[in-house]
């Protein structure tokens, strides 16, 4: 698997830890953000092909800035609701997938499907295959 870097954009530092902790399992390197301006700092600063957006976060106004700003960028946003309408809304402003903050799973597929990084089964070591 090619190895990913990301940037977790969260405005509370607790759960921003914990998706970063259990996205180290799988992806070379993240650390988190609690703003859209350090999002595209860090996203710049450690070269990162991926970056997973809280929607209570970041505006979804914001999410085609940050697609304009940061090129080649794929952006996984999570949210506390499977069922909120705003899922398709991020879709059609540019985000790969839209997925429970605690899914870690779907954000790890979602981030492979969509920076053509491999599979999960190249590396026998993951626990999310």
Partial sequence: MKPLSAIVVHKADAPAQVLAESLRQHLRFVSTAA??????????????????????????????????????????????????PIFNEVLAAGA????LESDVRAIVHAAIRHTGAGTLADRSDSAVA
Avoid: F, M, W
């Fill in 35 to 84: 703003s859209y301006d350090d999002a595209c700092t860090q996203a710049r600063q450690h070269r990162a092909q991926l970056i997973v957006v809280d929607l209570e976060t970041i505006a979804l106004s914001r999410l085609k800035a940050l697609l304009n700003e940061l090129p080649g960028i794929t952006i996984v946003c999570t949210h506390r609701s499977a069922d909120d």
């Fill in 96 to 99: 790969a997938d839209c997925c």
